[in-house]
C-alpha cells in the first residue's frame, strides 16, 4: 500500500469488485488533487474498459452552465490513468501527458445538471501491443513511446457529446516477463510482478 493505493485496489478486486471500484475512485480524489470536489465516480473498471461517470453537479459547469472543457479535461487524464494504471503498476511504468485536445460535437445537447460518462475501450491485444512496443524503446533506449487516443463523452442518452485527444507518453521501467505479454496475469494478490 507504501507504494500505490493501486495495489490495494488490485487485491480488493479480486475479493469484491465493487469495494475495489469505490476504494479507487476515493484514493483517485486524494492522489489527483484537481479532480477533488468533482464526483466522479468509476462504474467500470477492468483490464479492456473504464467507465467514468461525472455528475452535472455545479461545481463541474462554467458561466454558461455548460459542463467546464478543464473538468473534462481532468476528469480525461484522471480516467486514462486509472485505465493504464492496472497494466503499467507491476511493471514501473509510468504515463506523462503531453497534450489534451477537448472539443463538444456539434449538433449534440447537454443540458444543465446532466451526468456525462467517460468510456475508454481497449482490446487485450491492443494494451498488449502498447506494452509490447514500449518496452522496445524501454529502459535500455531511454525513451517513451507517444501514443495517442481519441477519447468520447456520453450523455445520459447514450450519444456522444464530446471528445478528448490525448497524446501521452508510455514508459515501461521493468521487462515485460518472458511467458507472457500481458502485465496483469504476472501479477501477485499485492500487485507486485511475479517473478
Known amino acids: 500500500m507504501r507504494e ?13 469488485p ?7 475512485s476515493y484514493a483517485s ?16 473498471w477492468s483490464d479492456q474498459r473504464l467507465s467514468l461517470l461525472l455528475p452535472g453537479r455545479w461545481k463541474n459547469r462554467n458561466a454558461e452552465g455548460r459542463t467546464s472543457l478543464g473538468v473534462l479535461a481532468s476528469a480525461t487524464e484522471m480516467g486514462l490513468r486509472l485505465f493504464w494504471q492496472r497494466h503499467l503498476f ?8 503531453s497534450e489534451l485536445r477537448v472539443r463538444w460535437l456539434e449538433g449534440q445537447r447537454v443540458f444543465p445538471g446532466e451526468n456525462l460518462n467517460l468510456r ?29 487516443w481519441t477519447l468520447p463523452w456520453f450523455n445520459p442518452r447514450q450519444q ?30 499485492a500487485g507486485r510482478p511475479q517473478k
Open 29 to 44: 480524489e486524494l492522489m489527483e488533487p484537481q479532480v477533488v470536489g468533482m464526483g466522479l465516480r468509476l462504474e467500470e
Open 18 to 24: 465493487d469495494l475495489a471500484r469505490h476504494f479507487v
Open 90 to 97: 507491476g511493471l514501473g511504468g509510468d504515463l506523462h501527458f
Open 160 to 189: 456522444q457529446v464530446a471528445e478528448v485527444e490525448v497524446v501521452a507518453q508510455v514508459k515501461l521501467l521493468a521487462a515485460l516477463p518472458a511467458a507472457s505479454t500481458s502485465a496483469r496475469d504476472n501479477w501477485d494478490k
Open 4 to 16: 500505490s493505493p493501486f495495489t490495494l485496489g488490485s487485491y480488493l478486486e479480486d475479493l469484491h
Open 120 to 148: 475508454i475501450e481497449a482490446s487485450a491485444l491492443g494494451v498488449d501491443e502498447v506494452l509490447v512496443s514500449s518496452q522496445a524503446q524501454g529502459p535500455s533506449q531511454g525513451q517513451a513511446l507517444e501514443c495517442s
